[in-house]
């Protein structure tokens, strides 16, 4: 039995839970509807955002997606068991035990790769988005699974790694584990149903040369889309010193895509956005990079007067064209591409847009005027340089040019230094155009800034400054949520109000700034004790609220009296001793006398009350258990 067959029946390696287990057993079913797959959604309030939230980046959506319902139809049966599977990985495995394994990085690098085949997958047509995004998202999952089953190997093979970089990391995987990441990814999103159309690629993506693939097939463009994915998240994670190496080897791949040096920037400001957006929701660190423009201006900086053009020179005759094109190079830095005919020059023309366009008027095929009306037409020839020549001059010559658009005319014995005068308004242009450029760039970082500004400012007149947790108006439009969501479902909502017993003894004896401390330290330790999906709240003083979907009385009850003994057996330093601090907690569950979320908090209050009244350090509820 191979070590990947041995981990597959160990039970050691990351599997989703709850919901998106739920959904993916539901799907497993042959008469499986997506209606039932909706309710399930449902139940998990942030599952449901994010499918809602990414059904709505696809460019092709005409009007927004706004209920789970619309969201899983339009996704589809398939896209919402791999959208539930990727979220559920992601939230239960943001830590654990390889010291050497930067699970948050893990995480940001994986983000970054989804987003990236989502946004490749809107211009090459091989697969839905949203799958190529989970495709990415998990494309590196064999790491987290070597880093889950084996941490302390695993972390031997990444201090071996970064001691001896000139071996790749799955030889030092193989070495060590007799696995790969690379084997053990496939085999585990393979068992996830996954298809094997985007599976395949994984196992030759990160070494393209051995893989021996039609350059012309899917299985190619689907590794190249990864290698793109790959080095973007490279650069998403990189020194600001290595990002304009990384961006010119990632502007070199992506030509292989059809992406091209004018595009490349706006794709990757793009994606990088929506990297920051998304990890803002998720809870995942990303970078504030800068705009393309100005990291790639960090690989090679050009005097303003010194740019380099791109010209084509067409002109049927090879003698005066080899002339030309001399006179151009001469002393200078630009790139001339030659054309024997106006409809070459047109084909060049767009294919490499040229600043300037020396076109003689007796072009075969399509003659200079031709060529320059049909650039006109474009919106790229409009922003090119034209200069029709001819070899005679003429007035008539001159007023020709000018009449089918062009810049200006040029004599065919024109000399270097009258060659050079006439390219200096290209050059203005040039010039006008970064410059420009820049600006933009600059009004693009402000609005970044400014959208991470206000979306910093949201949070925090939502969170409680001094404990971290969401506050009262977080806690209100939370829970409004969880009702609207348990209506919708059918699913039962609980509350807990709990209060810290002798609180204002503590704050009276010792002091407001123990009483904070004490205040800190009971958030945490509910936070960390409450149950996954649950979410907690400080409502107001020493009161704290726990919303507990998809949670009857029973099991709200069990949760809350072990949040209850939790705090007692924790000790903090007030005055000058460790001490235990109690709770009192009251809890209420959504019935048919609770008409909104308004009675729901009262009946949660009364049920305190009764905790408090009876002696303190108790669980209380004035309802009955089968209610």
Known sequence: ????????????????????????????????????????????????????????????????????????????????RQLALGFSLLDQYRTGACESFDYQSYWSHSLLMGLTMQALGERVKVGATDELFICGLLAQIGKLALATAYPAEYHAVQTAWRNDPSQTLVSHERARLETDHVELGIVMMTDWGL???????????????SAGIPDDSRSNSLSLMLCLAHQLADLGLADADARPRLTQKWMKL???LDIHADTAGNFIDQVIASWQDWGNLLKIPTTMLPQFSEISQGESEVAENESPLRIVVADGNALTRRQTMALLVED????????????????????????????????????GTELCLALRATDEGRRMHILLMADEHGEEHVNQAFDVGADGFIPSTISVQGLRTRLNAAQRMVQLQDAWEKDRAQLRQNAAELAVANRRLANAALTDLLTGLPNRRSAMDQLEQAWNAATRSGAPLSVMMIDIDHFKHINDTYGHATGDVVLREAADALRASARRGDSVCRVGGEEFLVICPNTDLIAAMLSAERLR???????????????????????????????????LVSIADQALYTAKESGRNKVASKQKMGH
């Open 195 to 209: 298809p094997k159309v985007f599976t395949n690629p994984l196992s030759h993506y990160e070494n393209p040369d």
């Open 565 to 599: 003994t939790t705090l007692e057996a924790k000790r903090i330093t007030i005055g000058q001793a460790e001490q235990s601090i109690t709770v009192s907690i009251g809890v209420a569950t959504r019935g048919t006398e609770t008409i909104d979320i308004d009675a």
């Open 1 to 80: 039995m191979t070590q990947t067959e041995q981990l597959k029946i160990s039970g050691q390696l990351p599997s989703p839970k709850g919901v998106a287990l739920a959904i993916l057993e539901l799907t497993q079913r042959e008469n499986a509807t997506l209606g039932e797959i909706a309710r399930v959604v449902q139940t998990d309030p942030a599952l449901s955002g994010r499918l809602i939230k990414l059904s709505n980046t696809a460019s092709h959506i005409s009007r927004p997606v706004v209920s789970v319902q619309e969201a899983v139809v339009r996704q589809g049966m398939s896209v919402v």
């Open 332 to 367: 200078s830095g630009h790139i001339v591409y030659p054309a024997d005919n106006g409809t070459t020059a047109l084909a060049l023309a767009m294919e490499v847009l040229p600043h300037v366009i020396i076109a003689h008027y007796n072009l075969p095929l399509l003659d």
């Open 254 to 256: 992506a030509i292989e």
